[in-house]
C-alpha cells in the first residue's frame, strides 16, 4: 500500500537557556555564563522510495532536538539535532497555518519546513560599567510549530491512462519487472504501479470512470498523479464497443481536473487486440486514427506489436 497523503505535526528545537555564572579566579569576578544552543531545524528530504510517507501512516508528531543550556567559562550549549524527514520525490508539503507550499522534485533536495528556536544569551552579555556583575540571562526561545499535509504527486515519464481493465497494468509488466496485480475485474490497480524501462519511468495510472473529477470512482486522488508525468499513454481495449465513447470519457475527465494536463501529448494505445480478428483490428485503427494519428495496436501476447512499443519509447527515450 502507497500513502500519498498523510497528516503530521512538526515543531523545530527550543532554544537552550544562557547561563548566569562568575569566574572563581581572584581579581576576575566577572560574569562567565555561556550561550545556549540553538533549537534544531526540521527539514524534509527527497528520496526515491515512492513508498516512503508510510512510515508517518501511526507517528503524527515530529520534533527536532533543544538546545542545551549554556555553562560556566563562556561555554556555550549545544545546538540542537535537526531533523530530516525522508519524503519521496514529488512530494508537496502544504503548510496549514500559513498557505505556504514546498515541493521536493529531486533526490537529495532539502527544504527548511520549521526553524529551531533561538538561543538565550548568557550573563556575559549583560555586563556593563554600571553592571558588572549581572545575574539576568536570556530564555532559549520555541521552535516553529506547524501542521503540515504532505501529498505525494507521483512522478514519472509516462503515465498509462484509461478506463478500468484497459489492460495498462499487464502492458506495464511486459515491459518492465513491475510485476503489478492484474486481474479478469475492474478496480485491480488500486494504487499507482511504477516500471523502470531502461531508467525511464512507467507509470500505471488506476483506471478513471466518467465522474473521476468529481471524485466518483478512485477520484481526485490518482488524478493529480498524472500532473506531473511528461506524456501521457491511453490505452482502450478493443474489446470496446464504443471506442470514440471510451476516449472521450477519459479526455473529458482530465480537462475538468486540469486543462494543462489534457493537453499534454498523447500515443493511443488500441490493448488486448488478440481477443479480436485482423479485420476488426484494421476497422478499430480507423475509426482511432480519426482522433490521433498517433496509434499502435498492441497485446502482451505478440512480440512485433510489443518491438513497435518498445521502438517508441526507445524514441521517447531519446529524446529527454
Given amino acids: 500500500m502507497i500513502v500519498d497523503e498523510i497528516k503530521i505535526q512538526i515543531k523545530g528545537g527550543k532554544g537552550g537557556d544562557g547561563h548566569v555564572a562568575f569566574s572563581k579566579i581572584k581579581n576576575e569576578k566577572g560574569p562567565t555564563g555561556g550561550d545556549g544552543g540553538h533549537g534544531g531545524n526540521v527539514y524534509i528530504e527527497g528520496i526515491s522510495n515512492l513508498s516512503a510517507l508510510n512510515k508517518f501512516r501511526f507517528k503524527k508528531e515530529f520534533f527536532a532536538g533543544d538546545g542545551v543550556d549554556g555553562k560556566t567559562k563562556l561555554l ?23 498557505g505556504r507550499d514546498f515541493e521536493i ?37 520555541e521552535g516553529q510549530f506547524f501542521n503540515f499535509i504532505l501529498e505525494l504527486r507521483m512522478i514519472a515519464d509516462i503515465g498509462f491512462i484509461g478506463l478500468p481493465s484497459a489492460g495498462k497494468s499487464s502492458l506495464l509488466n511486459a515491459l518492465t519487472k513491475a ?71 477519459i479526455k473529458n475527465e482530465l480537462q475538468e481536473y486540469e486543462k494543462a494536463v489534457s493537453q499534454k501529448k498523447e500515443y493511443i494505445f488500441l490493448t488486448k487486440i488478440d481477443l479480436i480478428d485482423e479485420k476488426e483490428i484494421a476497422k478499430k485503427m480507423k475509426e482511432l486514427k480519426k482522433i490521433s494519428p498517433n496509434v499502435i495496436p498492441v497485446s502482451i501476447y505478440d512480440e512485433e506489436s510489443l518491438g513497435k512499443v518498445q521502438k517508441l519509447l526507445n524514441r521517447i527515450k531519446d529524446k529527454r
Avoid at 527548511?112 to 526561545?141: D, I, M, Q, V
Avoid at 501521457?232 to 470496446?240: G, Q
Fill in 76 to 98: 556555550e550549549g549545544a545546538r540542537g539535532e535537526n531533523l530530516i524527514l525522508k519524503v519521496p520525490v514529488g512530494t508537496v508539503a502544504h503548510n496549514l497555518d500559513n
Fill in 105 to 141: 522534485m529531486e533526490v537529495g533536495e532539502k527544504i527548511l519546513l520549521a526553524r529551531g528556536g533561538k538561543r538565550g544569551k548568557g550573563n556575559w552579555h549583560f555586563r556593563s560599567s554600571t553592571n558588572t556583575t549581572p545575574r539576568e540571562c536570556e530564555e532559549g526561545r
Fill in 179 to 249: 510485476n503489478a496485480k492484474t486481474a479478469a475485474y475492474h478496480f485491480t490497480t488500486l494504487e499507482p504501479n511504477l516500471g523502470d524501462y531502461y531508467g525511464m519511468i512507467l507509470a500505471d495510472i488506476p483506471g478513471l470512470i466518467e465522474g473521476a473529477s468529481q471524485g466518483k470512482g478512485l477520484g481526485i486522488k490518482f488524478l493529480r498523479h498524472i500532473k506531473r508525468t511528461r506524456i501521457l499513454i491511453h490505452c482502450i481495449s478493443a474489446e470496446s464497443d464504443n471506442l470514440k465513447k471510451d476516449y472521450r470519457i
